[in-house]
Nanobody, 115 residues
Framework: AQLVESGGGLVQPGGSLRLSCAAS????????MSWYRQPPGKERELVAF????????NYADPVKGRFTISRDNAKKTVYLQMSSLKPEDTAVYYC?????????WGQGTQVTVSS
């Protein structure tokens, strides 16, 4: 099983980025998906969640109204659309796949918000 994140980079405050996480080696449509982030010197934290069918989403308070999680089960990919980015959004962003029995993590992608 593998998760590969992409789409990170350097963006100015107020800008937007879309992260992607491509899955392989497992039945993607069976898994709930989440995005986490780990700011420098801090612990990893949950950012957003989407259930296997895509009908349920949840967000951490700091990103509500600015970030949107979505998935395409045919493409085996989960996305995180990030808008109105702030310097405090700077972190390594990870995707996670969760089922009743298994859990997989990606390697992370760096997002830096700075002028």
């Amino acid at each position: 099983a593998q998760l590969v994140e992409s789409g990170g980079g350097l963006v100015q405050p107020g800008g937007s980025l879309r992260l992607s996480c491509a899955a392989s080696g497992f039945t993607f449509s069976y898994y709930d998906m989440s995005w986490y982030r780990q700011p420098p010197g801090k612990e990893r934290e949950l950012v957003a969640f989407i259930n296997s069918a895509g009908g349920i989403t949840n967000y951490a308070d700091p990103v509500k109204g600015r970030f949107t999680i979505s998935r395409d089960n045919a493409k085996k990919t989960v996305y995180l659309q990030m808008s109105s980015l702030k310097p405090e959004d700077t972190a390594v962003y990870y995707c996670k796949a969760t089922s009743r029995r298994y859990e997989y993590w990606g390697q992370g992608t760096q997002v830096t918000v700075s002028s």
